[in-house]
């Protein structure tokens, strides 16, 4: 038995609640609407180490190593935008996805997502950015009609409730169709053939992804979300820290005696 296969046994016992492959798509939609910032820990598998990360959007990241090695952090989360709506492309004057509201089911989820400026900061390759996001899994939208292999993926096992690293999550088999379109087509997030997906219920971030052909040589990933919409400084995301005062710790104001 696989590492993965022990975890996933010992996370949800052997058994889960069903629900439906309708749900399953609509919480791959929703991501853009359930969270503003996220502290988790980012791994890739076959063997490589542990990423922690901090991310606010839009597009602030800090990446560190295990033992505290600073990877990576955005610099220019302050500056002017004048280039980009100079050049005057439609694109650019799209409003971030949080400002603009989704077609939502009776559950709560985005059953259609709306003309937004989507996308998450990548580290490596785009498969974090997707797994942020995974809205490849699923389309802006439901398919016109249900045929087989309409939709972007195939969900060849029945839905399934359980927990991931103590988290709610909905998890399933799915293999890619002729419409699977991955954010990076080098590292999608549902490989050829078959891959267990788990879709963290509270973010609707892809929180692991183990493809279970090919002998477990082809990549996935698995993430451990540690906290959400935790308040983040701009100082986190600099190269260099502006020393900002935290207001939220107390701050001492220390009295000069009375001159003689």
């Not at 710790?249 to 000069?256: A, G, Q, S």
Request: glycine letters at 10%; proline letters at 10%.
């Amino acid at each position: 038995m696989g590492t993965w296969d022990a975890k996933h046994r010992q996370e949800h016992g052997g058994g889960a609640t069903p629900t439906s492959a309708v749900s399953f798509r609509n919480l791959c939609r929703s991501s853009p609407w359930k969270w503003q910032s996220l502290r988790f820990e980012y791994a890739e598998t076959p063997g490589t180490g542990t990423v922690h990360a901090w991310l606010r959007r839009p597009g602030a990241l800090r990446l560190e190593s295990d033992d505290g090695t600073l990877l990576g952090s955005t610099t220019g989360i302050n500056d002017s935008r004048d280039g980009l709506y100079i050049s005057a492309t439609r694109k650019s004057w799209l409003l971030p996805a949080h400002l603009v509201t989704p077609v939502y089911d009776d559950g709560g989820l985005v059953r259609r997502r709306p003309e937004a400026a989507y996308g998450e900061p990548s580290f490596g390759n785009g498969r974090f950015a997707a797994a942020l996001d995974p809205v490849e899994l699923a389309g802006n939208a439901p398919v016109p009609l249900e045929f087989p292999n309409a939709n972007a993926v195939e969900l060849v096992e029945p839905v399934r409730q359980l927990t991931h690293e103590g988290r709610a999550a909905l998890e399933t088999v799915a293999s890619p169709n002729a419409g699977y379109r991955p954010l990076d087509p080098d590292a999608p997030l549902c490989g050829p053939g078959r891959t267990r997906i788990r879709i963290d219920a509270g973010t609707g971030v892809c929180v692991a992804a183990e493809p279970l052909d090919d002998g477990g040589q082809l990549p996935g990933h698995r993430i451990r979300i540690l906290a959400v919409d935790e308040y983040m400084l701009d100082d986190l995301f600099v190269a260099e820290p502006m020393n900002l005062t935290d207001v939220r710790e107390h701050i001492p104001w220390p009295l000069r005696p009375n001159p003689a």
